[in-house]
């Protein structure tokens, strides 16, 4: 199991009239950390989708602790604490500001699919492998 973790800017247009970040654009604070861990241990989407996969998120939790705030560096962070069997993958992610508060966790649950029918198909074993099991 590895620890991923990717520095992010807050831009002005992912907050809200207090200059907090909205709580919607969470999500994509999630997808940049998975993308960049699977880019990291050989798995980017652009690949994957090169191979006729595709992982769409079957569910999405998230908890707010603290607020990221406008031009705020945060650190996202991404782990895959364990192999699940057949089709499905969870990452578990944490939200960290400039001063390393924990502010969000959460996690996403994917799975993988045929690009082609839209089938279920299993997860690599070289991909698992590459986070660590």
């Given at each position: 199991?590895?620890?991923?973790?990717?520095?992010?800017?807050?831009?002005?247009?992912?907050?809200?009239?207090?200059?907090v970040v909205?709580h919607?654009?969470?999500a994509?604070?999630?997808?940049?950390?998975r993308?960049?861990?699977?880019?990291?241990?050989?798995y980017?989407?652009?690949?994957l989708?090169?191979?006729?996969?595709?992982?769409?998120?079957l569910?999405?939790?998230?908890?707010?602790?603290?607020?990221?705030?406008y031009?705020?560096?945060?650190?996202i962070e991404?782990i895959v604490?364990?192999?699940?069997?057949?089709?499905?993958?969870?990452?578990?992610?944490?939200?960290?500001?400039?001063?390393?508060?924990?502010i969000?966790?959460?996690?996403?649950?994917?799975?993988?699919?045929?690009?082609?029918?839209?089938?279920p198909v299993?997860i690599?074993?070289?991909?698992?492998?590459?986070?660590?099991?």
């Amino acid at each position: 199991m590895k620890t991923f973790r990717v520095k992010h800017r807050v831009t002005y247009a992912k907050t809200d009239q207090m200059g907090v970040v909205y709580h919607g654009n969470y999500a994509e604070f999630y997808e940049i950390g998975r993308a960049e861990m699977l880019r990291d241990v050989g798995y980017p989407y652009a690949e994957l989708e090169k191979q006729g996969i595709q992982m769409p998120i079957l569910d999405l939790h998230s908890k707010f602790i603290g607020s990221a705030l406008y031009d705020e560096l945060i650190t996202i962070e991404a782990i895959v604490y364990e192999r699940m069997e057949g089709v499905r993958i969870k990452v578990d992610y944490k939200i960290y500001n400039e001063q390393e508060k924990l502010i969000n966790e959460g996690y996403t649950t994917l799975c993988c699919i045929n690009a082609e029918t839209k089938r279920p198909v299993r997860i690599p074993n070289e991909m698992w492998e590459s986070l660590g099991f």
